[in-house]
């Protein structure tokens, strides 16, 4: 068998040397160090990414993207994970934000959202969830009705990344709570619309630098060229943009683990204890080595996750809970375990592992929580062995 069997393209390697160039040196630990303590969003590095052309991967470059599917995304989402995961989510949540206008959106709405984003005009934000309606979105309460040109939202958003530093919202909403998922619909909302407003900033333990706060809808209004698709359609958009995006949580979480693995390794080289460098102690070798193993089972999950994404692949949806799911709870085990390595010194901020372990643990919570990922992963199993 080829040693480069599973190598990715030349440009995709290209392409990940000069994402971490720009990551290491105009960004690097000690300003993600400031973005965490400070937490509030950094627009210099919104620029920074707008300037080097990083906002408009992923996107059609027929509709004003950089172009790049889901795999050069994923390789993006990687290596600025590996400095900092709340940065990250500039990007990722943006394109959450799109990707049900690119399954069923106008050729004007993915003209504006995707030209908009390239061009760093605005960012845009994706707003399933609600305080009631969480794992279980088709609960959704938000409300929708159409008026004689438009229409009107009446409902909350919770934890939407994003949410205040984004123009631009897509938004779920349903015309009767009692038909669930059949009565759901999309829609582009944006933050100046009559009726929006947003809550107060939730404090989080990780990914600072990235807001979450409520959106607040109280008889938005909105015109009728801003539905998405279909009326009754809106879950299904929402529910095939999770296949989409999971690969890419799967990517962030990676990035994560692959940053505290390279703190940790070299540390371990450095820190003298017995008279000899902590590295020579078996203990601690195999810890790095299970950490080593589950970086390199998650990056071949996430990378084939996110090809089939790509090939748009029968099995894309299962693939991309399988990434999803194994790449979150390695990127846990992998961080906590770095925390181990450095001691005492991994408990407090001055190593940057600690914010990486706080920042893992989203990863196993939202695009849908990795006990939903396990149902997602059974229920195709068992469509699997009966035929």
Same mark, same amino acid.
């Given at each position: ?176 709570? #009692? ?5 759901? =619909? /999309?829609? %582009? !909302?944006?933050?100046? $619309? +009559?009726?929006? &407003? ?99 089972? #998650? ?5 084939? =996750? /996110?090809? %089939? !994404?790509?090939?748009? $692949? +029968?099995?894309? &949806? ?70």
């Amino acid at each position: 068998m080829s040693e480069t069997l599973f190598a990715l393209p030349e440009e995709l390697e290209e392409f990940r040397k000069v994402v971490r160039q720009i990551m290491e040196e105009r960004i690097g630990l000690a300003r993600a160090a400031e973005i965490d303590e400070a937490d509030e969003f950094p627009w210099d590095v919104h620029k920074l990414f707008v300037e080097n052309g990083l906002m408009g991967v992923g996107y059609p470059e027929e509709h004003g993207g950089g172009g790049g599917g889901s795999l050069t995304f994923a390789l993006m989402a990687e290596e600025i994970s590996r400095i900092s995961a709340g940065i990250s989510l500039m990007p990722l949540v943006a394109r959450l934000g799109v990707i049900p206008i690119m399954l069923a959106g106008t050729p004007e709405q993915l003209a504006m959202t995707v030209g908009g984003i390239s061009r760093g005009d605005f960012l845009m934000s994706y707003a399933l969830t609600e305080p009631g309606a969480g794992s279980d979105a088709a609960a959704m309460t938000t409300r929708y009705e159409r008026t004689g040109d438009g229409f009107v939202l009446d409902g909350v958003k919770r934890f939407i990344t994003g949410a205040g530093v984004s123009d631009w919202y897509t938004v779920f909403a349903t015309r009767d709570p #009692s038909l669930r998922a059949k009565g759901v =619909a /999309a829609f %582009l !909302v944006h933050r100046e $619309d +009559p009726g929006v &407003s947003f809550g107060r900033p939730e404090h989080k333990m990780g990914i600072h630098g990235s807001p979450t706060n409520e959106v607040i809808l109280q008889r938005a209004e909105i015109p009728a060229d801003r539905l998405i698709g279909e009326e009754g359609e809106g879950f299904t958009y929402a529910m095939r943009t999770l296949d989409y995006s999971r690969p890419t949580i799967g990517a962030q979480a990676l990035g994560i683990a692959q940053g505290a693995f390279d703190v940790a390794a070299r540390y371990a080289t450095e820190r003298q204890q017995f008279g000899k460098p902590i590295a020579e102690q078996e203990g601690l070798q195999f810890m790095l080595a299970d950490m080593a193993m589950d970086i390199e089972a #998650s990056r071949m999950l996430v990378y084939r =996750a /996110a090809s %089939l !994404v790509d090939a748009k $692949d +029968p099995q894309m &949806s299962y693939m991309a809970s399988v990434a999803k799911c194994f790449a979150s709870d390695a990127a846990m085990r992998v961080t906590t375990d770095a925390v181990q390595v450095l001691g005492g010194y991994g408990y407090v901020r001055e190593y940057p592992v600690e914010r990486m372990m706080r920042d893992a643990k989203i990863t196993q919570i939202y695009e849908g929580t990795n006990q939903i990922q396990r149902v997602v992963i059974a229920r195709h199993i068992l469509k699997a062995v009966a035929g």
